[in-house]
């Protein structure tokens, strides 16, 4: 990477931090810590995002389901099918309600039955290798590649041997702001910031032009 094309790239990563330097999880009300709760209300959250569906209904969706308690995978299991279709509705989630609410009961089992409700297994059974962590993930129902994808991004903070990663979306808003488009070299200019907010941050520019825009306009700004 140049010099000058560093410079003019590390003034667009901190214009676009400032603009929207949040991850999901955090959005969703989750205090992300390598413990099982939270990692499980990651993968709900990664699941939700996955859809078709806007991502503020997603983590809406999300909110409530927390909200009504169902923050592990034995109290999502637990819960009744309704009680989780009426919780996504709650969030605004109603166009796969119904279809998610069998999925989540279902997958919040496997979780229980695989790695005994804590994802930290997995990470072990991955021994740091992010390919694995995403096939591991699979495994659930309802979490496809751009979930696991989702998943790897959100965590990356807690889980480093995973390796950066902004995953395919990730690498959309990186283009739309003029950004280096490969993952090693978006590394060297988040380098020195949090890897999981500087992911989820370019997504946010991949799904809202007038943000990338904004960010554009404040790095152009920027001495």
């Keep these: 990477m140049s010099a000058a094309l560093s ?3 590390r003034r667009t990563a901190d214009a676009l931090l400032k603009e929207c330097g949040r991850t ?5 009300g989750i205090r992300l810590r390598d413990t099982p709760q939270p990692l499980y209300q990651v993968l709900v959250l990664s699941q939700l995002l996955s859809a078709r569906i806007r991502a503020s209904v997603a983590v809406a969706a999300a909110r409530a389901l927390f ?5 592990t995978p034995r109290r999502m299991a637990d819960a009744t099918w309704q009680q989780r279709v009426d919780a996504l509705g709650e969030g605004g ?3 796969h309600d ?3 609410s069998t999925q989540l009961g279902e997958g919040a089992e496997l979780v229980l039955d ?4 804590d994802l930290r297994r997995l990470r072990a059974e ?4 992010g ?4 096939a591991g993930l699979q495994r659930v129902t309802g979490i496809g590649p751009a979930g696991a994808d989702i998943f790897v991004r959100e965590v990356q903070g807690v889980w480093p041997e995973t390796g950066f990663h902004v995953g395919a979306k990730g690498l959309q808003g990186a283009e739309r702001l003029g950004l280096p488009t490969s993952t090693a070299r978006l590394a060297e200019v988040a380098r020195g910031r949090d890897p999981a907010v500087f992911a989820a941050a370019l997504v946010r520019a991949a799904l809202d032009r007038e943000t990338a825009e904004k960010v554009r306009e404040a790095a152009r700004s920027r001495p």
């Design 114 to 117: 695989v790695w005994k409700g």
């Design 98 to 100: 119904e279809r998610t």
């Design 7 to 9: 410079a003019a790239a």
């Design 126 to 129: 991955a021994d740091g290798d």
């Design 67 to 71: 909200g009504h308690g169902m923050r």
């Design 131 to 134: 390919d694995t962590v995403r």
């Design 93 to 95: 989630y109603r166009r």
């Design 24 to 28: 999901y999880a955090a959005e969703a």
